[in-house]
Nanobody, 115 residues
Framework: QVRLMESGGGLVQPGGSLRLSCAAS????????MAWYRQAPGHERELVARIRSSFSTNYLDSVKGRFAISRDNAKNTVFLQMNSLKPEDTAVYYCYGLFNRNTYWGQGTQVTVSS
């Protein structure tokens, strides 16, 4: 059983930065494809950024150039560095992992961008 634990959310002013972390336990992290999704009130959950076991990445168009996903396999952790945050980035952010064809989700962390 894989557990994903997010941290790092909070309240930030427009233009500010936050770094989300997701620690994984219970499986071979280096072989997993990891991602961050977000869901705002009244909206569907959407993929924000993905990093594969190969370290290749892809991003939602609206966050390109502002967000960066990375991973530290030695610490079983994936990160999402968010810069130049906008009010429209406000959402619950979820960590996602694909381990050996099984999908797992974290509990979510709230990110609020507001002055």
């Amino acid at each position: 059983q894989v557990r994903l634990m997010e941290s790092g959310g909070g309240l930030v002013q427009p233009g500010g930065s936050l770094r989300l972390s997701c620690a994984a336990s219970g499986s071979i992290f280096s072989l997993a494809d990891m991602a961050w999704y977000r869901q705002a009130p009244g909206h569907e959950r959407e993929l924000v950024a993905r990093i594969r076991s190969s370290f290749s990445t892809n991003y939602l168009d609206s966050v390109k150039g502002r967000f960066a996903i990375s991973r530290d396999n030695a610490k079983n952790t994936v990160f999402l560095q968010m810069n130049s945050l906008k009010p429209e980035d406000t959402a619950v952010y979820y960590c996602y992992g694909l381990f050996n064809r099984n999908t797992y989700w974290g509990q979510g962390t709230q990110v609020t961008v507001s002055s």
